[in-house]
């Protein structure tokens, strides 16, 4: 038996849900997440994921991790939604806030309906294309679209947490649970079934789902469950306009500087990846490559418009078919730009002939309900007023009422976050 079998739990399917299927490895390798087992039942829609081999090309043997057909709303960001959702009813909070690029703010609010959550998510107004409005018609659930760069989008979330002492999730260490479950799901059905894997794949925004996965390789090796020869190296993509961890990585700087942030919104390929500076998961990334290998690179409009096509068509070979918009752009280029590193890195000789790559497909298929519709948002922000202003605005539209800062606050204390226990 595997050294790593006890971390698996029988009873769950991985393509039903990767978090119940590995929920012990939560307790086991040092992921301290306060949820149980029954709260992770409760809130679950499906975050499952299965392996389809589709290689090989140009004698570079690709399976893909497909990370979209069995997740309830089409991204690996349902795992992150469940966990903190299940969290929160575990510890009694009944309210979080939450900035998003668009998809985790669009699980979150599917995975809040569930149980009564209550939710602010502030996501930029850039992204709105990719909802259904039926997933926000809970009135629990309240969109705020802000039309301002990225770190204002963060700022204003965070100044309305805080204004009315409200959580605002998920926190790193959440993230970094959420894949690890990711991360045990490669190890039982590749590592376990022998399949050798030279690379990991995977195009990325702030970084938190590559880190998440190999500190849990990083916990296994240490644990003696798995041999450090084992883990396949990264390969991690960024959008040419938008790739500060790539400029700190070609610089061998453990730290994103000023100097690696130079931004273009208006050219980005996919605008879920808006992440300007994920310094922190970043330096965890940075040291984990040291150990484990692989390389950064950052992906252009050219490429994307020479290799996209094969990888929608090696998709479609692999029974996957992505989502399209009426006018025919598909509704997640994220994964698509993972396999056009994929192709391009085969091109260029980063990845040999004989050698194998595991396609990380994070998102791409959506399944939209019967009274799919454009979503409406609770509140449109812009730039006609300061984020202070705009924070007593939001409040009073939602009806909230600022705590009194002298009488004293029930706190609930959850790891890596302190907040205010609400309700």
């Known amino acids: 038996m595997p050294a790593w079998k006890h971390l698996i739990n029988d009873k769950a399917a991985a393509d039903r849900s990767l978090l119940l299927r590995y929920f012990p490895v939560f307790a ?44 309830a709303t089409g991204t690996y960001k349902d795992l992150d939604a469940c966990l903190t959702v299940a969290m929160a009813r575990a510890n009694g909070i009944q309210r979080l806030v939450l900035s998003s690029g668009g998809n985790l703010g669009y699980a ?61 999730a ?8 959420a894949s690890a479950v990711r991360a045990m799901f490669i190890v039982e059905h590749a590592v376990g079934r022998q399949m ?15 880190v998440g996965i190999y500190e849990c390789f990083a916990a296994l090796t240490a644990n003696q469950l798995m041999p450090p020869f084992a883990v396949p190296r990264f390969l991690g993509f960024q959008q040419d306009a938008n790739c500060p961890m790539v400029r700190a990585w070609r610089d061998g700087s453990r ?35 040291n150990d484990f290998g692989g390389d950064l690179e950052s992906l252009s409009d050219r490429d994307y418009e020479h290799y996209a096509p094969q990888v929608v068509e090696l998709l479609d ?10 006018h025919g752009e598909l ?4 994964g698509v730009l993972t396999g056009v590193g994929i192709l391009k890195a085969i091109d260029t000789g980063r990845i040999r002939c004989g050698e194998s790559v595991l396609f990380l497909l994070t998102g791409g298929r959506r399944m939209r309900t019967a009274n799919s519709r454009p979503v409406e948002p609770f509140v449109e922000v812009d730039r006609s007023r300061s984020i202070d202003e705009w924070v007593v605005e939001i409040g009073e539209r939602c009806g909230l009422v ?21 309700g």
């Open 28 to 71: 086991q390798l040092g992921f301290d997440v306060p949820v149980g087992l029954a709260d992770l039942e409760v809130c679950s829609l499906g975050e499952g994921a299965r392996l389809v081999p589709v290689g090989p090309v140009s004698g570079v043997r690709i399976s893909v991790c497909d990370e979209t057909s069995a997740m």
């Open 108 to 168: 979150l609010a599917r995975y809040a309906s569930r149980i009564g959550l209550e939710v602010f998510v502030f996501q930029p107004a850039t992204t709105l294309y990719k909802l259904d409005g039926a997933s926000y018609g809970d009135s629990h659930v309240r969109l705020i679209t802000v039309d301002l760069p990225e770190r204002s989008v963060k700022a204003l979330a965070q100044a309305f947490a805080d204004h009315y002492t409200i959580l605002c």
């Open 170 to 177: 998920p926190s790193l260490q959440w993230r970094l649970a």
């Open 196 to 210: 050798k894997i030279d690379y990991l794949a995977q195009t990325m925004c702030a970084g938190f789902g590559p």
């Open 255 to 289: 730290d994103i500087r000023p100097q690696h942030i130079d931004a273009h919104p208006e050219k980005y390929l996919e605008p879920g990846l808006y992440n300007t500076d994920p310094g922190e998961s970043y330096t965890r990334l940075f040291e984990l490559m």
């Open 317 to 326: 070979r692999a029974g996957i078919e992505l989502t399209r918009l009426d």
């Open 331 to 334: 509704i997640e280029k994220t």
């Open 402 to 422: 600022a705590p009194d800062r002298h009488e004293p606050i029930a706190h609930v204390t959850v790891p890596g976050v302190v907040s205010d226990k609400l």
